[in-house]
């Protein structure tokens, strides 16, 4: 009898939100908080103004992408160098991920890739220090905010959207048409309800979805729908971000 080809299976892909779910803690306060320490101590006077800008964004008068971008104007700098960025970056990462990285999460990591998947952190969080936190990780594939840049700076202002809710999901599905992965079975982890995009996506391809350590919104549709779900940790609370 002829022999019978069978297709290959689909590409598996494991993506993993960042904040809250492979971490104890949000980041970019930190970072902000890292950056003001060891580059320019005397932008904490300039913490009212961007608490203006918090204001503006509960009264819905600033976007999360606008607060973003204004803190990062006040805090870090108008223009800084994009070198200087990343070694700080690099230094951050050092220091958080050995803080706040949560042990059973980086194990689910390292199943995954043992498995054969391609692991991607997709995060609403800024791709200068996420990459440097990625790579501590042993996670080579990024999908994150992105800070415009003219020449060697790096500017206030987002490149694109803020990665952040139905725009996580939209960079995702560019992501994998990019890499060539449109009929990956895409599994998906998270810790917030802003991600239900992202999980729809995931399931839609055939994927597993994961709620690890999860928002009190996220616990309720999660028991609602019967997804898992995981604590990895305690997770902090911040009144300054979330996911």
Not at 59 to 84: D, E, N, T
Not at 113 to 125: D, K, L, T
Not at 201 to 225: Q, W
């Amino acid at each position: 009898m002829p022999s019978v080809a069978f297709p290959p299976a689909p590409a598996e892909v494991a993506v993993y939100d960042l904040d809250r779910t492979l971490t104890d803690a949000g980041s970019w306060v930190p970072f902000l908080r890292f950056w003001m320490q060891h580059v320019v101590p005397w932008r904490l006077l300039l913490l009212p103004v961007v608490a203006l800008g918090g204001v503006a964004h509960g009264l819905g008068w600033m976007s999360r992408g606008g607060l973003k971008a204004w803190s990062h104007r006040w805090l870090i700098g108008p223009r800084v160098s994009a070198a200087q960025l990343a070694a700080v970056a690099e230094d951050f990462a050092e220091q958080f991920v050995a803080a706040h990285a949560l042990a059973p999460a980086r194990l689910a990591i390292a199943a995954d890739a043992r498995a054969g998947r391609r692991v991607v952190i997709a995060s609403a969080s800024h791709g200068f220090y996420v990459r440097a936190i990625a790579a501590r990780l042993v996670v080579a594939d990024v999908i994150a905010t992105e800070a415009a840049r003219v020449g060697d700076a790096v500017l206030p202002a987002l490149d694109g959207e803020n990665n952040y809710g139905p725009a996580k999901a939209a960079a995702l599905a560019a992501w994998l048409v990019r890499e060539g992965l449109q009929g990956a079975v895409v599994h998906f982890t998270s810790d917030h309800h802003s991600d239900l995009p992202c999980f729809e996506l995931a399931l839609t391809s055939g994927g597993r979805v994961l709620c690890a350590n999860p928002s009190r919104k996220l616990e309720a549709i999660a028991t609602a729908r019967g997804w898992p779900m995981v604590v990895w940790g305690r997770i902090q609370g911040s009144l300054l971000e979330r996911a």
